[in-house]
T-cell receptor
Framework: AQSVAQPEDQVNVAEGNPLTVKCTYSVSGNPYLFWYVQYPNRGLQFLLKYITGDNLVKGSYGFEAEFNKSQTSFHLKKPSALVSDSALYFCAVRDWGSYIPTFGRGTSLIVHP | DGGITQSPKYLFRKEGQNVTLSCEQNLNHDAMYWYRQDPGQGLRLIYYSQIVNDFQKGDIAEGYSVSREKKESFPLTVTSAQKNPTAFYLC????????????FGPGTRLTVL
């Protein structure tokens, strides 16, 4: 079985400050991990993924995520937040033996000017 | 332009009517998916298809039906048996390998009057 948790419904950060959006997962095998972003009334856009290799993954728009196997986490980070980063962020996990991802409930990121 | 399209963007339905949501992709992806998104509930899988002429129920398939007669197309019918159909519907596609990310359409917002 696979599952993913995003423990924060909302994250507030000031523009220019670093941001972190948290994600933890559970799988029986090796995980494939994904982050997506959704702007209002739009579809999801892929940001980055972890398959194997380096624990720090770099993605679109300056975002990065750190895979931590011992803590079963895959937190999304950005060194300096922009107001335009305000959106809904989804973490997803696929067990290596599964074709279907499981999505978290989403975290609303609000960046204040 | 390569991508995945959904139509219409907004759809209004009277109770008791069936409606069909369109999803087309020109990415040459084998796998296609339908999700329902409700506020605070993340994405819930309705149906998915890994290959033409084959599809599987997801977590909330009751009251929905699909077909996959062409690789490019995966229409979703919301039947009158669906008790609470008002929601945002997202279609996605991907290569079948588990490490591959999904590409999402822009979504269809269905409102039952």
């Amino acid at each position: 079985a696979q599952s993913v948790a995003q423990p924060e419904d909302q994250v507030n950060v000031a523009e220019g400050n670093p941001l972190t959006v948290k994600c933890t997962y559970s799988v029986s095998g090796n995980p494939y991990l994904f982050w997506y972003v959704q702007y209002p009334n739009r579809g999801l856009q892929f940001l980055l993924k972890y398959i194997t290799g380096d624990n720090l993954v770099k993605g679109s728009y300056g975002f990065e995520a750190e895979f931590n196997k011992s803590q079963t986490s895959f937190h999304l980070k950005k060194p300096s937040a922009l107001v335009s980063d305000s959106a809904l962020y989804f973490c997803a996990v696929r067990d290596w033996g599964s074709y279907i991802p499981t999505f978290g409930r989403g975290t609303s990121l609000i960046v204040h000017p | 332009d390569g991508g995945i399209t959904q139509s219409p963007k907004y759809l209004f339905r009277k109770e008791g009517q069936n409606v069909t949501l369109s999803c087309e992709q020109n990415l040459n992806h084998d796998a296609m998916y339908w999700y329902r998104q409700d506020p605070g509930q993340g994405l819930r899988l309705i149906y998915y298809s890994q290959i033409v002429n084959d599809f599987q129920k997801g977590d909330i398939a009751e009251g929905y039906s699909v077909s996959r007669e062409k690789k490019e197309s995966f229409p979703l019918t919301v039947t009158s048996a669906q008790k609470n159909p008002t929601a945002f519907y997202l279609c996605a596609s991907s290569l079948t390998s588990g490490s591959n990310e999904q590409f999402f359409g822009p979504g269809t917002r269905l409102t039952v009057l």
